[in-house]
């Protein structure tokens, strides 16, 4: 079964730094998401995306965060300057028309 | 010291057992609902999904009821298996097409005891 794969699984910072996550939808769905969940809290949306632009975002996607479709395949979030309450586990998604959000496994950042 | 974040509701059973999670919402726009497991380390995982139009459906071992009087849904898991151990979350998804969006509950720790 096609999943969700994101990389990399764990990522370690500094505090200011910038980090990329990186995410690889299934090939052949239209709509893409990040999600994040701080330790033991629930899952909060951050942000939507669909042809080539966001179509929703929380407000936690304030200016420090991005998200790019560089190519066919890659779906990355951009931290510009990560503080340390960034530090989360970082979920992409996506999903074709009618049909449920599919999770990848996650990146969980670390902000030192 | 005092604890910091959100402790999950907790639910144990016995392997064999049924188990019965429950969910509240608050909207009573929502139309459409899924739950959703999430083992650890890993990323929540589709289980079962209902519309508003339907107060029962049933899967694999799974059923979701759905109660609208009172904004409540529960998953039931039949003969619970130690590989069900997960958390379990209700979503609320609302909109569609590119308005789509997943609001997702506090989450319940399924401990399922051999």
């Known amino acids: 079964e096609p999943e969700v794969t994101q990389t990399p699984s764990h990522q370690v910072t500094q505090m200011g730094q910038e980090v990329i996550l990186r995410c690889v939808p299934i090939s052949n769905h239209l709509y893409f998401y990040w999600y994040r969940q701080i330790l033991g809290q629930k899952v909060e949306f951050l942000v939507s995306f669909y042809n080539n632009e966001i179509s929703e975002k929380s407000e936690i996607f304030d200016d420090q965060f991005s998200v790019e479709r560089p190519d066919g395949s890659n779906f990355t979030l951009k931290i510009r300057s990560t503080k340390l309450e960034d530090s989360a586990m970082y979920f992409c998604?996506?999903?074709?028309?009618?049909?449920?959000?599919?999770f990848g496994n996650g990146t969980r950042l670390t902000v030192t | 010291g005092e604890s910091v974040g959100l402790h999950l509701p907790t639910l144990s059973v016995q392997e064999g057992d049924n188990s019965i999670i429950n969910c509240a919402y608050s909207n009573s726009a929502s139309d459409y609902f899924i739950w959703y497991k999430q083992e650890s380390g890993k990323g929540p995982q589709f289980i079962i999904d209902?519309?508003?139009?339907?107060d029962k459906r049933q899967g694999q071992r799974v059923t979701v009821l759905l109660n609208k009087t009172v904004k409540h849904l529960s998953l039931q898991i039949a003969a619970t298996q130690p590989g069900d151990s997960a958390v379990y979350f209700c979503?609320?998804?609302?909109?569609?097409?590119?308005?789509?969006?997943?609001?997702f509950g506090k989450g319940t720790l399924l401990t399922v005891n051999p």
């Open positions: 979503a609320d998804a609302r909109g569609g097409g590119s308005n789509y969006k997943l609001t």
């Open positions: 209902i519309r508003s139009n339907m």
């Open positions: 998604a996506s999903r074709k028309q009618n049909s449920p959000l599919h």
